[in-house]
């Protein structure tokens, strides 16, 4: 009996003697590193479930296998793995650089001392090079490479259109956060750091012409130095909040908005609700888009969307064509909407959804440069000069009056002398 218990041991122990190396990267600057124990033959979706991460997936069946969707709070859900156009990129290394993987986590078979490769981001985008020995060694092979990763508490309260949302963004078991966050910046400037809470991004989700157009985001927000902020939705429908802060992992809430009523009663007969309800929803045919004539490339172009009656048309789309493209803008709750023009020729625009628009245009141009010349100044008339001018230029006007004159006394003359003749 004592002879098989060591004989199990044994075999369990051989059996999970491999190890491969993981870089989790969340964001730009936020990665992980762990250090996984397997069992022989496992694929790279064992390896995951070994790591102790949180994980999300789904299974699609035979031929597409295990997707991964979500590793602790970044990504989507397993009803929706690919809710997002950012994803997680399944990557292993060969030849020392990242290879991306032809197969899912399912069916990648990982080989002992191997490093595989997690990504969250676009198409492209590749986790930081590590090699297995760098992870593996006694000093990471805890994981963590490092670096600590903090992690946000949020509260959100709220879910009325034209009403003020709560947020609050702390950090996980410590409070509220305020330090500086860098910010790197183009050219030979290096990077810069400002003291803030944590950002908040705020995107809405978009329907144009019936056909998903995923989530356009309207605001950035940053918290306090008690870890609130706020913001008014100015419409009703689906809202992702992304919460981001230099050293913490990256965190997503969708919320849910609605077009709330109020409760207090209104003086107000059944007609008159309906009139009010028909007006808003009445159709509008004819629309006026108010745009600049001439703007500077690179600039920022400012439209606006009226009626027929000179009013604002808010959450309206404006098409903007150019040659080598197309862009569709969203008008605020003024009216507006903005772009920038990235390059000469002429911009047109058009409202897709009414039947007679005002046909506009813009001409992009480079800016001028202007030189300025030394020109030879005419030289200055001397005052006998001027003075003689003067006189000629009143003389010649009194000299054709006269001649005038005598034209004139000539012709009675004539007249006058040949009624004579005739009698």
């Known amino acids: 009996m004592r002879k098989l218990i060591l004989m199990l041991l044994l075999l369990s122990s051989t059996a999970i003697a491999d ?5 989790i990267q969340f964001d730009n600057s936020t990665a992980i590193k762990k250090c996984v124990e397997f069992q022989s033959g496992a694929s790279a979706f064992g390896v995951l479930m070994n790591s102790g991460l949180q994980i999300v997936t789904k299974d699609y069946g035979p031929g597409l296998g295990v997707a991964l969707c979500k590793i602790g709070e970044v990504g989507c859900s397993a ?9 997680w990129g399944f990557y292993y290394i060969t030849g020392g650089s990242w290879e ?11 080989s002992n001392g191997e ?12 986790p930081q090079l590590y090699s297995f020995t760098e992870i593996c060694s006694s000093s990471t092979s805890q994981g963590g490479g490092g670096r600590q990763i903090r992690y946000f508490a949020v509260a959100m309260d709220g879910n009325c259109s034209k009403k003020s949302f709560t947020i609050n963004a702390e950090e996980k078991m410590r409070g509220a956060i305020w330090e500086p966050t860098a910010f790197v910046l183009s ?25 998903d157009a995923g989530f356009e985001k309207i605001a950035m927000l940053f918290t306090d130095k008690k870890g609130n902020t706020n913001f008014i939705p100015e419409k009703p429908g689906r809202y992702r909040l992304e919460f981001w802060k230099e050293g913490f992992l990256g965190e997503e809430r969708e919320i849910e908005i609605n077009e709330c009523t109020e409760t207090a009663v209104v003086n107000k007969s059944i007609e008159e609700f309906k009139s009010e309800n028909r007006e808003v929803e009445l159709n509008i045919t004819r629309v006026d888009i108010i745009s600049p004539p001439t703007a500077m490339v690179n600039s920022t172009v400012v439209l606006r969307l009226i009626s027929e009656t000179g009013k604002p048309l808010a959450y309206e789309s404006i098409v903007v064509e150019f040659l080598g493209g197309r862009k569709e803008l969203v008008t605020n709750e003024s009216g507006e909407a903005t772009f920038s023009a990235g390059r000469e020729g002429v911009y047109s625009y058009s409202s897709p959804n009414h039947t007679l628009s005002a046909y506009r245009v813009t001409n992009v141009i480079e800016p001028t440069k202007i030189e300025f010349k030394n020109e030879v100044m005419p030289p200055v008339l001397q005052s006998e000069e001027t003075a003689s001018s003067v006189g000629m230029a009143v003389a010649n006007p009194l000299q054709n009056t006269l001649l005038a004159l005598v034209g004139g006394v000539i012709a009675l003359v004539l007249l006058f ?6 009698k």
């Not at 190890?19 to 870089?23: D, F, N, P, R």
């Not at 009803?79 to 994803?87: I, L, V």
């Not at 002398?417 to 005739?422: D, I, N, Q």
């Open 19 to 23: 190890k491969a190396g993981l870089v």
């Open 79 to 87: 009803d929706n793995c690919f809710c997002q156009s950012q994803y």
């Open 100 to 110: 991306y993987a032809p197969v899912g986590i399912s069916g990648y078979a990982v």
């Open 115 to 126: 490093v595989l490769g997690f990504r969250w981001g676009a198409y492209g985008d590749m």
């Open 187 to 211: 050219g030979n400037l290096g990077d810069i750091r400002f003291e803030n809470g944590v950002g908040v991004k705020v995107l809405l989700h978009q329907t144009y012409f019936g056909k």
């Open 417 to 422: 002398t040949l009624r004579k003749v005739r």
